[in-house]
T-cell receptor, first 114, second 112 residues
Framework: DAGVIQSPRHEVTEMGQEVTLRCKPI?????LFWYRQTMMRGLELLIY????????DSGMPEDRFSAKMPNASFSTLKIQPSEPRDSAVYFC????????????FGAGTRLSVL | SQQGEEDPQALSIQEGENATMNCSYK?????LQWYRQNSGRGLVHLIL?????REKHSGRLRVTLDTSKKSSSLLITASRAADTASYFC????????????FGQGTRLTINP
C-alpha cells in the first residue's frame, strides 16, 4: 500500500490567493483527518470525516478554511483567501474503524504564504 | 483540556543510553498512543496502550500507563542515532469529543 498521499509537498503563494491541498487516504480506511502543525501551536486537528461525512470541524480556524471529501479516496482542504499566518505544515491522516484508533499520516504539505 | 503534555521538551543523550519521555493528561482516556516524527516527515505510530493495560513492549520500546496518575512513559532502550526524532503522545478520551489530541512533543537527539 502506498500510504496516505498528499499533494503538493510544498506550496508557496502570495497573500490573498486560493490554496488547495489534496489528500488520498489509505484504501479501505473510513476516517480522514486534517491537521495543521506549527512551532507555536503544535499539531492541531482541523476537521475529521467518517465515511465521507464531516463529523467535527470545530478546529477549523475561520471561514476562510473549508474541507470536502467527495468520495472515499479523495479529500481537499481549501484556504481562500490565504494569509501569512496560515503558513504551516498541513497533514492528512486516515484510520480504519473508530476515531480513536491508529492514524496513518501523509508526508504533509508545507505551505508558505508570502 | 484533554491534551497530553510531554516532558521533557527536549532530551539529548549518547548513543547506547536509554531515553525516557513522559506524558501527562487531564481527563479519563480510552487509550493513549505514542507517535514518532522525523524531521520533515509525517507522524508514525509506535504503540497504542489501552486504559486497562499497564505496560506494553515493542522491540526496544516500552510504554507504561498509570491511569491513577494520568501519566504515561515511553522508554527507548539502547538508543541509536536513527532514533533522533520528535515523540508525541496522543490521548483518546472515553467521553465527550471522540478524537485524538496530541501533545507538544519531546525532541530527542541521540549523539553518536
Amino acid at each position: 500500500d502506498a500510504g496516505v498521499i498528499q499533494s503538493p509537498r510544498h506550496e508557496v503563494t502570495e497573500m490573498g490567493q486560493e490554496v488547495t491541498l489534496r489528500c488520498k487516504p489509505i484504501s479501505g480506511h473510513n476516517s480522514l483527518f486534517w491537521y495543521r502543525q506549527t512551532m507555536m501551536r503544535g499539531l492541531e486537528l482541523l476537521i475529521y470525516f467518517n465515511n465521507n461525512v464531516p463529523i467535527d470541524d470545530s478546529g477549523m480556524p475561520e471561514d476562510r478554511f473549508s474541507a470536502k471529501m467527495p468520495n472515499a479516496s479523495f479529500s481537499t482542504l481549501k484556504i481562500q483567501p490565504s494569509e501569512p499566518r496560515d503558513s504551516a505544515v498541513y497533514f492528512c491522516a486516515s484510520s480504519l474503524g473508530t476515531f480513536l484508533g491508529i492514524q496513518y499520516f501523509g508526508a504533509g504539505t508545507r505551505l508558505s504564504v508570502l | 483540556s484533554q491534551q497530553g503534555e510531554e516532558d521533557p521538551q527536549a532530551l539529548s543523550i549518547q548513543e547506547g543510553e536509554n531515553a525516557t519521555m513522559n506524558c501527562s493528561y487531564k481527563t479519563s482516556i480510552n487509550n493513549l498512543q505514542w507517535y514518532r516524527q522525523n524531521s520533515g516527515r509525517g507522524l508514525v505510530h509506535l504503540i497504542l496502550i489501552r486504559s486497562n493495560e499497564r505496560e506494553k513492549h515493542s522491540g526496544r520500546l516500552r510504554v507504561t500507563l498509570d491511569t491513577s496518575k494520568k501519566s504515561s512513559s515511553l522508554l527507548i532502550t539502547a538508543s541509536r542515532a536513527a532514533d533522533t526524532a520528535s515523540y508525541f503522545c496522543a490521548t483518546g478520551a472515553n467521553q465527550g469529543a471522540q478524537k485524538l489530541v496530541f501533545g507538544q512533543g519531546t525532541r530527542l537527539t541521540i549523539n553518536p
